[in-house]
């Protein structure tokens, strides 16, 4: 599943980005701690209702792991990916244009992952650096009584701390089909599905010509630079990241992460076009 620091109706023009069915659920209020007293976001959930890891054999953690590199490119708020399988499990958060962050469990909970991680994943999501880091690190001790489930489970809740609220049968460690009928279940559960090139343009017209992309106003993927300077600083950076990142995933063999550089390089084109689009309409009206 994936986890988004926003509400539903940020996430929902940029989810059919990633051209997965998903089913898109509210999961509570994300308090602010990073410096803006009173300050408060949504969390979000998406759970995907396909299983893309079954082909050719791409690794759950690689195809999540793109997933969310290739969400959080462009919007101000962090995707955290949460994954299992029979082996092991574990998390990857991203946030923009920084360097991915995560921590692995094998199946008998032994930790696999560097200290350090958990300081660095603390920070971005701006939880308490005493209470809250104190629980993560337990995380990273040997415990011979905790499975990779179980640290799961002591993930969310430290979340919950801040305001993590996920629905009910949504829990870490279920199999997907029970995930898929926990999130069918809530009445306010809707479904995000890639509509087509066409669905794309215009939501991002819609962004770039000041009108909101989502029925509650917020903004595209792209954010609010969507033409101008700083738009084509995104564009580029989008393009610059992208074209790397998916030849190193084709030459690793990695479906997810050649995905997220496609969806980077996909973002930038169609960000330049828009930007270009725009300066010909503005052309055209002072003539």
Known sequence: ??????????????????RERLLLA????RSGRSGKSGSTERWSVLVPEGRPWLEAGEPVDRVLAGWAT????????PVLALWWDADWAGFTLASGFRRQVGYVWLADGTPAGEDEAMRTFAARLGLDPVLDMEALEALTRP?????ARTRLLGVI??????????????????????????????PDTEPVEWQGRC????????????????PSGSMGPAGPWTRGPGARVLVAAQLAAGVPLALWGLRRRSGGWAFAGAVLVAQGALGLAYDRMCAVRMRARHR
Do not use: K, N
């Open 143 to 147: 415990d011979p009584e905790a499975e």
């Open 70 to 77: 290739a969400l959080a490119v462009g919007v101000s708020w």
């Open 199 to 214: 669905d794309a343009v215009r939501t991002e017209q819609g962004t770039a010509e000041g009108r909101p992309a989502g």
């Open 1 to 18: 599943m994936l986890l988004c620091g926003a509400e539903p109706d940020a996430v929902r023009p940029a989810a059919p980005l990633l």
């Open 157 to 186: 809740a430290v979340l919950s701390r801040s305001g993590l609220t996920l629905p009910a049968g949504l829990t870490p460690g279920e199999p997907a089909a029970r995930l898929r009928e926990a999130a069918l279940a809530r």
């Open 26 to 29: 509210p999961a509570g209020v």
